[in-house]
């Protein structure tokens, strides 16, 4: 039974303890929460020596709260229920640190309600294109966009969460032009927005490595961290072998990151139809470890983390306090 705690693991509640942390997507956790399984779930990470869940909140399909901003699908919003509010009082239960995680940041659907309704909020490439990688974007100079980003970031504050985290997708591709200034002051916006909301609220980043988000994204994330716009990083290393990630690692940049931001490796355990070994994300794990940082799977299902216990439990137990 993969829900069973793993007794050897505990939580410490110290505020700088190693990141040890999972993704959940929104269907992940909707179907959980549908299910009556997300108690249990919670249980087993905690039990496992995981101390924070980024739980995707604002993504495809919408938010998995009633949102006054953001049109959801009903698997997300079913009448009568929040599925982010379980997720905090469930989280909080279990001593884990549960974290929104705005995974869509600037992109949308083609589809979108928003991208339909406001082509005006969308950035386009000399040519005309508004479509990259299948996505829109929305101009982060637009003053109704940022009116919008931050409305979703008062409504997602108001929940007793430990933080919000924006990803890769909080950026603008290359093909619009440079937007590094423009992002840097957005971020700047929202820094600025969540501490006059909720100060305690943790900011975290999930970026790529430095100069990939910088040239191919606009998204200069050592100089957002110097300035003190975020105060957690999780890069994202998402590569299939170790020696791979020890190499990322090496050129990511991250140890120019100031010391008082804690870091964690994120790890990519697969997708739905082609997991990693569980042996192979453990020596992932290992490495980045090794650096001293902590890490983050993504993305949590049944199988991964089930098949990972075994290999935590042996590897760790003498480890996590």
């Known amino acids: 039974m993969i829900f069973k705690p793993a007794s050897s693991f505990k939580n410490n509640g110290d505020k700088n303890e190693k990141i040890r942390g999972v993704w959940m997507t929104n269907v992940g956790v909707s179907f959980l929460h549908h299910t009556s399984l997300l108690d249990n779930v919670f249980n087993h990470l905690a039990s496992s020596g995981y101390n924070r869940i980024y739980v995707s909140t604002y993504g495809f399909g919408g938010t998995i709260y009633p949102s006054k901003q953001v049109k959801s699908i009903?698997?997300?919003?079913?009448?009568?229920?929040?599925?982010?509010?379980?997720?905090?009082?469930?989280?909080?239960?279990?001593?884990?640190?549960?974290?929104?995680?705005?995974?869509?940041?600037?992109?949308?659907?083609?589809?979108?309600e928003i991208a339909l309704k406001h082509p005006e909020y969308l950035l386009k490439t000399d040519s005309g294109k508004t479509i990259i990688?299948?996505?829109?974007?929305?101009?982060?100079?637009?003053?109704?966009?940022?009116k919008y980003i931050l409305a979703i970031i008062s409504e997602v504050a108001q929940y007793n969460i430990t933080g919000i985290q924006l990803d890769d997708h909080w950026s603008t591709p290359s093909e619009f032009g440079n937007k590094t200034q423009a992002m840097t002051k957005l971020t700047a916006k929202v820094r600025q927005h969540l501490k006059e909301i909720n100060p305690k609220i943790i900011l975290s980043l999930s970026p790529n490595p430095y100069n990939f988000s910088l040239n191919k994204y606009n998204q200069d994330w050592l100089?957002?961290?110097?300035?003190?716009?975020?105060?957690?990083?999780?890069?994202?290393?998402?590569?299939?072998?170790?020696?791979?990630?020890?190499?990322?690692?090496t050129t990511s940049k991250i140890n120019y990151l100031p010391d008082n931001i804690p870091?964690?490796?994120?790890?990519?355990?697969?997708?739905?139809?082609?997991?990693?070994?569980?042996?192979?994300?453990?020596?992932?794990?290992?490495?980045?470890?090794?650096?001293?940082?902590?890490?983050?799977?993504?993305?949590?299902?049944?199988?991964?983390?089930?098949?990972?216990?075994?290999?935590?439990?042996?590897?760790?137990?003498?480890?996590?306090?």
């Not at 997720?87 to 869509?104: F, G, H, I, M």
């Not at 299939?240 to 690692?249: C, G, H, M, R, T």
């Not at 794990?285 to 049944?302: L, Q």
């Open 133 to 146: 990688n299948g996505f829109v974007w929305l101009n982060p100079e637009h003053p109704e966009v940022q």
């Open 223 to 249: 100089n957002w961290a110097k300035k003190g716009y975020i105060d957690e990083v999780v890069i994202q290393i998402y590569r299939p072998n170790s020696a791979q990630v020890k190499q990322a690692i």
């Open 263 to 321: 870091v964690g490796i994120g790890i990519f355990a697969g997708n739905f139809d082609n997991f990693l070994h569980p042996e192979e994300i453990q020596k992932q794990i290992a490495v980045a470890e090794k650096f001293g940082y902590g890490y983050s799977i993504f993305c949590w299902e049944y199988e991964i983390l089930g098949s990972l216990t075994h290999y935590l439990i042996k590897s760790k137990s003498n480890n996590l306090k």
């Open 74 to 112: 009903l698997f997300f919003v079913p009448p009568f229920t929040n599925i982010l509010k379980a997720s905090e009082k469930k989280a909080k239960r279990q001593d884990l640190k549960l974290y929104a995680w705005l995974e869509y940041g600037l992109m949308l659907s083609p589809e979108d």
